[in-house]
């Protein structure tokens, strides 16, 4: 069996923290004792279970990972950094040579792309990990595209709640709010409310205090004009695991494709529950 190594880049940050853990406890996966992190985290070590990683400032970036080709060889990498960094870090791996899933949501998402297809790796970019939330997203863009209009006149309403450290809106409620608008309801991107207040979150949608500090509950709700027809799509998810689970089987994919040669390739979670 081959094993795959994957660097976890985005440490101490929970999300991060939670891929880095599920490698270790996989026999498939070789954790790289090493992580990308922001200008803002003054440690230069962190510890994820009982393994310590370096943590490598922005400024050290480029001299170290040179340095750590040359001892490892070919790796994976695994982005969970910051949306301000998105395009920079695309930026930085493509120049480096180092094909990545990109699980950080936020940036420039054409540019994030456009980087990749003009660059000599591939990539899985995706706004959301969790395989059985992108089938679901996949049954929404099969309606989107077959049944345009289906909604024509339906008012919609789309609430998704995170962590309070969550700095944008979740990539997976905008994705949905553009087959709404196939599906002919004139919504933005900037009506989903957001909900970051613990207070709130427990109060009003009744999130257990354990998942606070990590945990996505979208709602999607439709209303006829007249008020007599109402639609409800809900997806809750608590925890970090499954995205978690989910990244695994994108660098596991994005291996499998590297294998074969594939290169300035852009995979979406799509691409990897097919296996294409």
Same mark, same amino acid.
């Given at each position: 069996?081959?094993?795959?190594?994957?660097?976890?880049?985005?440490?101490?940050?929970?999300?991060?923290?939670?891929?880095?853990?599920?490698?270790?406890?996989?026999?498939?996966?070789?954790?790289?004792?090493?992580?990308?992190?922001?200008?803002?985290?003054?440690?230069?070590?962190?510890?994820?279970?009982?393994?310590?990683?370096?943590?490598?400032?922005?400024?050290?970036?480029?001299?170290?990972?040179?340095?750590?080709?040359?001892?490892?060889?070919?790796?994976?990498?695994?982005?969970?950094?910051?949306?301000?960094?998105?395009?920079?870090?695309?930026?930085?791996?493509?120049?480096?040579?180092?094909?990545?899933?990109?699980?950080?949501?936020?940036?420039?998402?054409?540019?994030?792309?456009?980087?990749?297809?003009?660059?000599?790796?591939?990539?899985?970019?995706?706004?959301?990990?969790?395989?059985?939330?992108?089938?679901?997203?996949?049954?929404?863009?099969?309606?989107?595209?077959?049944?345009?209009?289906?909604? !024509?006149?339906?008012? *919609?309403? =789309?609430? /998704?709640?995170?962590?309070? @450290?969550?700095?944008?809106?979740?990539? +997976?409620?905008?994705?949905?709010?553009?087959?709404?608008?196939?599906?002919?309801?004139?919504?933005?991107?900037?009506?989903?409310?957001?909900?970051?207040?613990?207070?709130? !979150?427990?109060?009003? *949608?009744? =999130?257990? /205090?354990?998942?606070?500090? @990590?945990?996505?509950?979208?709602?999607? +709700?439709?209303?006829?004009?007249?008020?007599?027809?109402?639609?409800?799509?809900?997806?809750?998810?608590?925890?970090?695991?499954?995205?978690?689970?989910?990244?695994?089987?994108?660098?596991?994919? *994005?291996?499998?494709?590297?294998?074969?040669?594939?290169?300035?390739?852009?995979?979406?979670?799509?691409?990897?529950?097919?296996?294409?």
């Amino acid at each position: 069996m081959n094993v795959v190594k994957v660097m976890v880049n985005g440490l101490p940050g929970s999300m991060a923290q939670t891929v880095a853990q599920q490698i270790l406890q996989d026999e498939r996966f070789k954790l790289l004792p090493y992580s990308l992190t922001g200008p803002e985290i003054q440690e230069s070590r962190c510890t994820v279970e009982t393994t310590a990683l370096e943590l490598i400032a922005p400024d050290k970036r480029e001299s170290r990972i040179a340095q750590i080709k040359q001892s490892e060889g070919p790796f994976l990498t695994a982005d969970y950094t910051h949306p301000s960094a998105v395009n920079a870090n695309a930026d930085f791996y493509c120049n480096c040579g180092l094909p990545f899933v990109m699980g950080t949501t936020g940036g420039d998402r054409s540019l994030l792309e456009q980087t990749v297809r003009s660059s000599s790796i591939a990539a899985v970019i995706a706004p959301n990990m969790a395989k059985q939330i992108v089938g679901f997203q996949a049954m929404m863009e099969y309606a989107a595209d077959n049944f345009p209009g289906l909604f !024509q006149g339906y008012s *919609l309403e =789309i609430t /998704e709640s995170h962590q309070k @450290g969550k700095a944008d809106t979740s990539g +997976t409620a905008k994705a949905v709010v553009r087959y709404f608008n196939k599906l002919g309801i004139p919504f933005a991107e900037e009506s989903i409310v957001q909900i970051r207040d613990p207070k709130i !979150q427990q109060s009003r *949608l009744g =999130i257990p /205090e354990k998942y606070l500090s @990590g945990h996505g509950w979208h709602t999607y +709700t439709l209303v006829s004009p007249d008020s007599t027809v109402r639609f409800e799509f809900t997806h809750n998810v608590n925890g970090r695991k499954i995205y978690a689970a989910g990244t695994l089987d994108a660098l596991l994919f *994005l291996s499998d494709k590297i294998t074969a040669a594939e290169k300035a390739r852009v995979y979406s979670m799509i691409d990897v529950l097919r296996g294409v």
